[in-house]
């Protein structure tokens, strides 16, 4: 587990794991940017929320998730394996 890790575009990332799969992660937007999250394999089942509501996206071909948050926005992602 880590927390507050700095990503590129103004954002702190959260993330939890077990045995070598990823269980949790929490993104802060500290600005307003659009991210590219590349999601793992297994991630078809994942519950995605913005700002503590459910939030349904699309996810590309290449497992990347696209979206735009402002300054203070919450992604948390919860992997169902």
């Known amino acids: ?17 077990e045995n070598s799969i990823i269980k949790y992660a929490k993104l802060l937007a500290t600005c307003d940017f659009t991210y590219y999250i590349k999601l793992p394999a297994y991630s078809q089942n994942t519950i995605i929320l913005k700002n503590g ?25 919860n992997f169902k394996k």
């Open 1 to 17: 587990m880590f927390k507050g890790l700095c990503v590129v575009g103004g954002g702190q990332v959260d993330l939890k794991w």
């Open 53 to 77: 509501k459910i939030f349904n996206t699309f996810v590309d071909d290449k497992n990347i998730l696209t979206i735009a948050l402002t300054k203070g926005d919450v992604l948390e992602m």
